[in-house]
């Protein structure tokens, strides 16, 4: 009877397992939810990251902190050491540069106008509204994370903007995000350190 028992439980764990949700039985499409409910109730974020911005012939890496609240978002860069202090604020989709002699590429990385300004708002706002297309447990490096992959329902899949979000699965603060345009990613976004308030 333990045998059967033992298999039983075995069994279940890789069915589950199998079909997306984690040996707790917690379904990811449930989870993604639940991370969607809490961002939406934070009232700021803030964050330290690195960005890495592919524009085909050149690819750009900036370290960069992030603040978020009251409906303007600040990204001051920290690196590379040319580019610190550069500071971006934006406010209802308008940006605005302060730095001193230095230059930051933030042409668009797409036809829609992705910039890597952007990049990071445009993370944010998925998680809080985006189209949630698919979503499962994944392991990203030595962490166990919730990915979520929203999209325009509108468009096949791999064509047009598309927007993979990973959360861990313990707190559910935002670890990496990456944005693709027709199936290429142009942006990677990968979190040092993410706070909730």
């Known amino acids: ?27 990811p499409r449930e989870q993604a939810l639940a991370i969607r409910a809490a961002y939406l109730a934070a009232d700021s974020y803030a964050a330290k990251l690195d960005v890495t911005a592919d524009y085909g012939q050149r690819v750009y890496t900036y370290s ?5 609240a009251g409906g303007e978002s ?17 406010v209802d989709g308008e940006s605005q540069l302060e730095y001193d002699g230095a230059v930051l590429e933030t042409g668009p990385l797409s036809a829609d106008g992705l910039t ?12 809080r509204s985006g189209f949630i297309d698919n979503c499962g447990v994944e392991r990203l ?7 979520v992959l929203c999209r325009d329902p509108e468009r096949t899949a791999g064509q047009g903007r598309e927007i993979t979000l990973w959360f861990d699965v313990a707190d559910h603060t935002l ?4 944005v693709a345009v027709d199936g290429h990613r142009v942006v990677l976004c990968e979190f040092q350190e993410f706070v909730m308030n």
């Open 175 to 178: 670890i990496q995000g990456e």
């Open 1 to 27: 009877m333990r045998r059967s028992t033992v298999m039983c439980v075995l069994m279940m764990t890789l069915v589950l397992t199998a079909c997306g949700g984690t040996a707790r039985g917690d379904d």
């Open 141 to 147: 490096g030595e962490r166990d994370t919730i990915r």
């Open 74 to 90: 600040v990204l001051a860069v920290t690196a590379p050491a040319e580019l610190a202090g550069i500071t971006a604020r934006l």
């Open 116 to 127: 890597p300004l952007g990049a990071v708002p445009a993370l944010l706002e998925c998680v």
């Open 64 to 68: 960069v902190d992030v603040t978020v």
